[in-house]
């Protein structure tokens, strides 16, 4: 349907060549920044290297050597000495969670527990500072990566006894790292009223041991099971505002001009909004309202919003979640797991109503975006998509994607180029989950369908690259490193044929991005015309030996033309 959203093997679009085929030209007046003697890869077909920038207002002016470049400067341009260090386009986040990279600074970091009891030590450490029935909160364990399983153990998930022992009086919920399952202690189930009598969810499951006691690990919908207290009123809104600053500056700390929402209620869209307004929001948004559909149905048409506030914020994307995750085995699978045969996972969102979010989309100029790990899932969300296609063929130019298209049917590989879906995916998910996605689904369909990045490409798909954060740490420069090596810490490397180049990926986290937010007319290219997005690193990445690409920081972050983000003992500039 739309063959020529790739181009050879970066996947240009004609719109962005089109675009980056405008000559630079010289700014009328005297350029506000000016970056020279740097190594400049602009992800440009018209120019593809350059030695420096100027920048005027919020947009690039000019690029090209730096003599020519340096002409552009007056006596009030900042000009700055890259001293030979690379930039590049500034990175997009084409799938993170915002508010959860906020919200990870208020909980429990658990993302480096090397066992269980690590965590309970942690969770007996945090009640000691909390009155009786306060809540404990937190985020980003993995039974997977323990190095041990924990005793005793179902499916390899600890029993909630141990949490009872240093957390009696304290409800307890530890998010897993894939946001698809979480653990509790017996005091939140029992604020619950989670029994032995409590049924499964539609779409979830409270894990039971051989007795029929629940063990503390609520899959899925059944997460749903245990809701904790929120705040409300002035306390409700101050918290978000510091949420999301907090997701601002932890992003612009990365290297990410813009940030892709992988789903948001309206009442967080309206403080996105206020702080832009304010300009308080340092970084771009592109956001994907996330709510059932009688809530939204009425109300699409009056929060779309495209480039609005100078570009930082843009709302025309509706986000649905067909499946789970495979970590927590609720992905959803054509055939059972091949390590739990009496299971393929679960269906977390009725494919009736997923088509209802497809008929609000398509009357109201959305973008669909639907969650589908499974290969199950990925079917019939490719279902859902052809036959919304099919039922208004003069509907063009979509752009609908599939968040994170994980693991695939041989057969489903070529209909993401055919239907011109975007496949927004996450390198560094590959190498996280390598380690058991051959004992989830065994050997043959993890090497069919397993994050097969070249297969989607040569299908004519456009990948679109980002880190699912908090899911994984924000920053794109180990996700770069995951897709162009796709190596696992034992040194293996998973199913190398499908590894990325370094100028795919960078492509991934740059243009890709912007096309799959129709965006690539105004960011996603050091073109002159688009924004100053812009990323400084320490080291060159494209060149590099592939083993330091990990060691590469961050020396600017500029968006709009305006330095973001920036250690100080980086600061190197020049009048």
Not at 212 to 237: F, H, K, N, Y
Request: hydrophobic share 40%.
């Amino acid at each position: 349907m739309k063959r020529f959203i790739y181009v050879g093997l970066f996947g240009f679009t004609v719109a962005a060549i089109a675009a980056s085929a405008r000559p630079p030209q010289q700014p009328s007046a005297p350029a506000d920044l000016v970056l020279i003697d740097g190594r400049i890869v602009t992800v440009d077909a018209a120019a593809p290297e350059a030695q420096a920038i100027a920048i005027r207002g919020d947009r690039i002016a000019a690029v090209g050597t730096s003599d020519e470049i340096k002409r552009s400067a007056g006596s009030n341009t900042r000009v700055i000495d890259l001293h030979g260090q690379l930039a590049i386009p500034g990175f997009i986040e084409s799938h993170g969670h915002f508010t959860g990279v906020g919200e990870m600074k208020f909980e429990l970091d658990l993302t480096k527990a090397q066992t269980w009891d690590e965590i309970v030590a942690m969770v007996g450490e945090a009640a000691k500072t909390k009155k009786p029935g306060e809540w404990i909160r937190g985020r980003g364990w993995h039974q997977e990566k323990w190095a041990s399983r924990p005793e005793p153990n179902v499916e390899g998930f600890p029993t909630h006894a141990s949490l009872d022992t240093v957390s009696p009086n304290n409800p307890v919920v530890l998010t897993h790292a894939s946001g698809h399952a979480t653990f509790v202690n017996a005091k939140a189930m029992a604020v619950a009223r989670v029994t032995r009598e409590t049924k499964n969810p539609p779409g979830g499951e409270v894990l039971r041991d051989a007795t029929g006691d629940a063990t503390g690990l609520l899959r899925e919908t059944a997460s749903g099971l245990v809701r904790q207290p929120s705040l409300t009123g002035a306390d409700a809104e101050a918290h978000l505002r510091k949420v999301l600053e907090l997701a601002a500056q932890e992003s612009l700390s990365k290297g990410i001009t813009t940030f892709e929402d992988a789903g948001s209620p309206l009442a967080t869209i309206d403080m996105m909004k206020k702080m832009v307004d304010e300009g308080s929001m340092g970084i771009r948004l592109w956001v994907m309202v996330r709510q059932p559909n009688g809530v939204i149905a009425s109300r699409l048409a009056q929060y779309k919003m495209l480039d609005y506030g100078g570009g930082h914020l843009t709302v025309r994307a509706i986000k649905k979640q067909i499946d789970g995750a495979l970590g927590s085995r609720g992905a959803w699978l054509l055939e059972p797991y091949a390590d739990k045969p009496e299971s393929s996972g679960q269906n977390t969102t009725s494919i009736e109503d997923i088509d209802e979010t497809a008929r609000l989309a398509l009357e109201n100029g959305y973008q669909l975006c639907v969650h589908a790990i499974g290969d199950r899932g990925n079917r019939e969300t490719l279902n859902i998509f052809e036959r919304a296609f099919k039922a208004h063929p003069d509907k063009k130019d979509l752009r609908w994607r599939v968040e994170h298209a994980q693991h695939l049917s041989a057969q489903d590989v070529p209909r993401f180029g055919q239907l011109g879906v975007i496949a927004s995916m996450q390198g560094i998910h590959c190498t996280s989950d390598a380690p058991y996605v051959v004992a989830r689904l065994g050997p043959k369909r993890a090497e069919e369908g397993a994050y097969v990045w070249q297969k989607l490409m040569k299908s004519g798909a456009a990948i679109a690259n980002g880190t699912d954060a908090p899911v994984e740490d924000v920053d794109p420069i180990p996700n770069f490193y995951a897709s162009v090596s796709r190596k696992l810490k034992d040194g293996s490397v998973f199913y190398p044929d499908q590894r990325m180049s370094r100028m795919e990926a960078l492509r991934s986290c740059t243009v890709n991005g912007a096309y799959a937010g129709f965006e690539e007319e105004n960011r996603g290219s050091l073109t002159p015309g688009k924004y100053a997005d812009v990323t400084v690193l320490s080291k060159d990445i494209m060149t590099i030996p592939e083993d330091q690409i990990p060691s590469a920081k961050v020396v600017y972050t500029i968006v709009g033309g305006k330095i973001m983000f920036s250690p100080q003992s980086s600061l190197r500039s020049q009048r």
